[in-house]
Structures are given as structure tokens and as C-alpha cells.
């Protein structure tokens, strides 16, 4: 059974630090990793979808990596904004079941 | 396209009621995902659609929950009887295909069982 954890929890830094948010899961067999932002009381937002033949993917101030062997996938923020002030998601896509698996997220806030 | 629709966006019931959720998925999106969203448990997966044909119900929580998926463009998940532990955000996401594609997401609907 497919397992998805994100630490820390929660995170707190202040504005203008670079940050890594972590992702891991069990079973190397996925199609692909999505990150995901949401806002308090809002729906899920869409941030980088890496297929599991991809080593990386950029958006902006966004990068995301993925290490399939090792289960292992990380989301950089570079020069952080009160405005990242959110919760980070990940997901994976698992091979045959093709279900999409969530971890229970960053909490992440960034102090002016 | 007006992206994932779900309807209402807040519903509020007695307990003992039939709610029943709507979730217009995005046209040409051939998978439909149906989430829960509490604080303790995170995003819950219940039941996931490929063709309109349920392929994974393993996270549906009981019999109370069924969802139906009638055409390509219009599922339902409902509650019967609701109950107060089922207070809870609900989203639905649709995908083009099954496998290596990006998942959007409606804004939820939010459900309190009183």
C-alpha cells in the first residue's frame, strides 16, 4: 500500500530564505508526483507535476525534484514572500491502481 | 474551460438527512477522483472513476457513502443517512487519462452535519 509523508509538518521562516519542502513515499512504482498549494478554506492548486521519467521541473521560484529509486521528492522555494504563506501538497500517481495519493502536507509560513 | 465544478459549495443538514454532492469534472477528463478533507485525516481518497465505471470504492468509509458517475460529465457522491462525524470539506478532481496526467481540483464542497 502506497504511503505519502511530508515533513516537517509545519514551517516557519522569514521573508527572503530559500526552502525545502520534503515529500516521501513508499512504492517507487508511480506515473507520476504532483505539488499542490492550498490556501486556508480554499480548494487545491496546482504547482508542478514531475512524470516519473523526470528528474526536475521549474516554475518560477519553484523547482521540484524527484529520486524515484529512493522514494524521495523535494520542492524548493527560492527567495520566500509572505505570499507562499500556505499549505504544501504532494501526490502520486501509483502504477495499476493508478489512485492518486496525498500526503498530509507543509504548513508553511513565511514572517514579513 | 470553467475548470472542475462542484455544487453546493456549503451544505448544512441535520443529521439523519440524504445530502447528496455534485461534480461537474473538466470536458475530456476521463478520471474522476472523489476526496475528504478533515484536519485529523488529511485528503482521504473514497472513490475513483476511469470511463464513468467505479474502479476504486476501498476508501469509501461505509454503506452510508455511494457515488454514482450516470455520463462523463456529471457524478454525485451521497450520504444516507448523514451523520456529525461526516462534517468535512469534499473535493472532486478529474484527470485527461489514467495514467501520467495532471489532476485538477474543484473548490470543495464544505458539509456540516448538525
Not at chain 1, 83 to 106: H, W
Not at chain 2, 59 to 71: C, I, L, V
Request: net charge neutral; with cysteine.
Amino acid at each position: 500500500k502506497q504511503e505519502v509523508t511530508q515533513i516537517p509538518a509545519a514551517l516557519s521562516v522569514p521573508e527572503g530564505e530559500n526552502l525545502v519542502l520534503n515529500c516521501s513515499f513508499t512504492d517507487s512504482a508511480i506515473y507520476n508526483l504532483q505539488w499542490f498549494r492550498q490556501d486556508p478554506g480554499k480548494g487545491l492548486t496546482s504547482l508542478l507535476l514531475i512524470q516519473s521519467s523526470q528528474r526536475e521541473q521549474t516554475s518560477g521560484r519553484l523547482n521540484a525534484s524527484l529520486d524515484k529509486s529512493s522514494g524521495r521528492s523535494t520542492l524548493y522555494i527560492a527567495a520566500s514572500q509572505p505570499g507562499d504563506s500556505a499549505t504544501y501538497l504532494c501526490a502520486v500517481r501509483t502504477r495499476g491502481a493508478s489512485k492518486i495519493i496525498f500526503g498530509s502536507g507543509t504548513r508553511l509560513s513565511i514572517r514579513p | 474551460d470553467a475548470g472542475v465544478i462542484q455544487s453546493p459549495r456549503h451544505e448544512v443538514t441535520e443529521m439523519g438527512q440524504e445530502v447528496t454532492l455534485r461534480c461537474k469534472p473538466i470536458s475530456g477528463h476521463n478520471s474522476l477522483f472523489w476526496y475528504r478533507q478533515t484536519m485529523m485525516r488529511g485528503l482521504e481518497l473514497l472513490i475513483y472513476f476511469n470511463n464513468n465505471v467505479p474502479i476504486d470504492d476501498s476508501g469509501m468509509p461505509e454503506d452510508r457513502f455511494s457515488a454514482k458517475m450516470p455520463n462523463a460529465s456529471f457524478s454525485t457522491l451521497k450520504i444516507q443517512p448523514s451523520e456529525p462525524r461526516d462534517s468535512a470539506v469534499y473535493f472532486c478532481a478529474s484527470t485527461p487519462g489514467p495514467m501520467n496526467t495532471e489532476a485538477f481540483f474543484g473548490q470543495g464542497t464544505r458539509l456540516t452535519v448538525v
